[in-house]
């Protein structure tokens, strides 16, 4: 077979080496997400576009408000300034956060502090996109509004709108994914078992910040520098070699992580709850007639909700009695009061009627004596005997007043009589509403005494535990027996999944291997020719092997790339990033997308010289291909300065800063 093998053919092999018939390969194969992708992809681009900050600096030498955009476009372009701490590297982390979603998360506490606004624009095949942050300039505080929109029709359509973080950045891989026709790759190692990785590990490979534990990206796990060097070249049928890989890996997992049914653990639980239940049952036997613990606190429930009942009905009843004495208090009081008026009234009439009887013989002031017949004389006359004042009859006001509180008086009585036979009823049915209150309590009191009995409570919180245990035996006997008929229905259906995978595996290694050989020997050889240009002692020669590890000759001795020096690992670094550009421009073909940013990429101790070697072959890389972005960030130095066109370098001079 050839590297040109179309899908058909490819289940057709796998069915062939594995002796099954090809629905039975294709079933395995989708049931695992193992799919055929056989063709040479086209290239790719990503082109910055424009970086906007804005927002209000503080704790500086120059403070104050600032609203800066840095343009850009294809070609070399360079920001540069005269002093460290200018703000280089600040803007080279906010383009790589707007590429993948992660703006807040790249910019130091001191610089997010300052900003207010923070865009980032991008072209993906041509594409515009525009991750666009926004917050209160000096807020500290991450939770920053963050949107993401694709160029349409000249305005922007909004892809998510929202708090920076997690979603944000899933939408900007989801995005980009789509865009370069990547997929995610799954993995699955002993240590971290199974997983995926995506956009940020992929665009990790797009930048170059100095020194790093692997030649391509930032990661070494999985073999991801392999990975991703595969996957920018463009070689068709490594991402269903690796989606096998990972299902075999994790199928094969998993079968030692499942525990074996042939243990006679279903056998043992049988025997343990046979035990159980001879127990419950021995437990049961010892239970004394009567009452059982359960039917006592059924009734201590009910007891407790009727005496609830009754101490609201005896506060009820203590209400009224209260109420109705204080009215029989107040009555009897009016009562009282009444009479004494009656009475008071009473005895001044009768005093008047008496001293109108009276026949004084002389004179009060005088003593001269008085003629009786001047007393009948007055009486005849209707005049006062010793004044000679003439009497005029008129109504006896008193005795309509006498009458009046004479019925008040009657009035008053009746009602104390009413209240009092009120008052006595409502006393009898408070003692009755208490005496039904004290019942009750004695009723609770006696089946919490009952209750209280030691043998009692501890057998039947044996009895309890059995039970327990018996439910608890008979779950796990259902649940055993329930994962014996699934693997067993597992296994009938993966009985040849291992096979397949495996067979798929080695098939697919074999359509791309040939070619896969070429494509490192030839990285290889344009790593160790710019590792040589850009400084590097010694180098015989470099060697990508098919597993990622890099063999390197370096003065006749045998080393690798984790044992290089600072200096040489950001040499080879960037010698990668750029063979990778140059062997896909070479062989037409491929995924890079033709960006790369390199952060200080002369601060590792590289000669005057060799950091000319390196900007030259970084200029003879951008000419060659002609669709490549590359954008260095460093101190001014003359050797960049006389590479980079003029209207493509942003210069912070003398004590200046960029933003």
């Known amino acids: 077979m050839t590297t040109q093998a179309t899908a058909a053919e490819w289940v057709e092999s796998i069915a062939c080496k594995a002796s099954l018939p090809i629905p039975t390969v294709q079933e395995i194969l989708d049931r695992h997400g193992v799919e055929p992708q056989s063709t040479l992809p086209r290239r790719k681009s990503l082109r910055i576009r424009s970086v906007t900050l804005e927002g209000v600096k503080e704790g500086t030498s120059a403070d104050g408000p600032f609203a800066k955009t840095f343009t850009f476009g294809p070609g070399l372009w360079a920001i540069v300034s005269d002093q460290n701490s200018r703000g280089k590297s600040t803007l080279l982390n906010v383009i790589q956060g707007g590429i993948r979603g992660n703006i807040h998360d790249r910019i130091k506490p001191d610089v997010w502090r300052w900003l207010s606004r923070a865009a980032v624009i991008f072209e993906a095949n041509g594409i515009g996109h525009r991750l666009l942050v926004t917050k209160d300039a000096g807020d500290t505080d991450k939770d920053a509004v963050g949107t993401f929109c694709r160029e349409q029709d000249e305005a922007w359509l909004p892809l998510f709108e929202g708090t920076v973080g997690k979603p944000l950045e899933r939408a900007v891989e989801d995005a980009m994914l789509a865009e370069f026709g990547f997929a995610r790759f799954h993995a699955h190692n002993e240590k971290d078992g199974s997983h995926t990785h995506g956009w940020p590990v992929i665009a990790s490979a797009l930048f170059v910040e100095g020194p790093g534990k692997a030649v391509f990206g930032e990661l070494l796990i999985d073999a991801i520098p392999l990975r991703l060097l595969q996957m920018f070249m ?247 027996q329930e994962e014996e008929v699934e693997e067993q229905a597992a296994d009938d259906i993966g009985q040849h999944d291992e096979t397949v995978l495996k067979v798929a595996e080695d098939v697919t290694k074999d359509l791309y291997d040939d070619l896969a050989r070429e494509i490192l020997a030839d990285v290889s050889r344009e790593i160790t020719e710019l590792s040589r240009s850009f400084g590097v002692q010694n180098i015989e020669s470099m060697d990508l092997g098919t597993g990622g590890a890099m063999r390197i000759m370096q003065g006749h001795a045998l080393t690798s790339f984790g044992k290089l020096s600072p200096g040489e690992n950001l040499r080879v670094r960037i010698a990668a990033a750029l063979a990778v550009i140059e062997v896909s421009r070479q062989r037409m073909y491929g995924r890079h997308p033709g960006l790369l940013v390199l952060d200080s990429p002369g601060a590792q101790e590289m000669a005057p010289a060799d950091f000319a070697a390196l900007l030259s072959r970084v200029h003879e890389a951008i000419e060659s291909a002609g669709d490549i972005q590359i954008i260095v960030g460093a101190r001014a130095e003359s050797t960049l300065l006389d590479v980079v066109p003029c209207d493509h370098v942003t210069h912070a001079e003398g004590d200046r800063f960029l933003f």
């Open 234 to 480: 463009g070689l068709p049928w490594v991402s269903t070699y690796t989606a096998a890989s990972t299902a075999l890996k994790r199928l094969k997992a998993t079968k030692v992580e499942r525990p074996s049914t042939s243990g006679g653990l279903r056998e043992r639980l049988q025997a343990r709850l046979e035990k159980v239940e001879s127990s419950l049952e021995s437990a049961r036997g010892r239970v004394r007639p009567g009452m059982v613990r359960a039917d006592l606190r059924a009734m201590m429930l009910h007891e407790d909700g009727r005496l609830l009942g009754l101490r609201e009905q005896v506060e009820a009843k203590r209400q009224d009695a209260f109420r109705l004495e204080r009215q029989l208090q107040g009555a009897t009081t009016t009562l009282a009061d009444t009479r004494r008026a009656l009475q008071q009234l009473k005895d001044d009439r009768a005093a008047g009627v008496v001293l109108r009887t009276l026949r004084p013989v002389c004179c009060p002031s005088c003593d001269a004596g008085i003629d009786h017949d001047r007393h009948a004389r007055a009486g005849e006359g209707s005049t006062c005997a010793l004044c000679g004042t003439r009497e005029t009859p008129a109504e006896d006001e008193d005795g309509l007043r006498l009458e009046e509180l004479q019925h008040d008086a009657n009035d008053v009585a009746a009602a104390v009589a009413e209240l009092r036979l009120q008052s006595e009823g409502a006393q009898a049915s408070q003692r009755g509403a208490e005496q039904d209150l004290g019942k009750a309590i004695a009723a609770v009191r006696a089946l919490e005494a009952e209750l209280r009995k030691d043998d009692t409570a501890d057998l039947e919180l044996e009895i309890r535990g059995f039970e327990a245990q018996r439910e608890q035996l008979m779950a796990l006997i259902a649940a055993e």
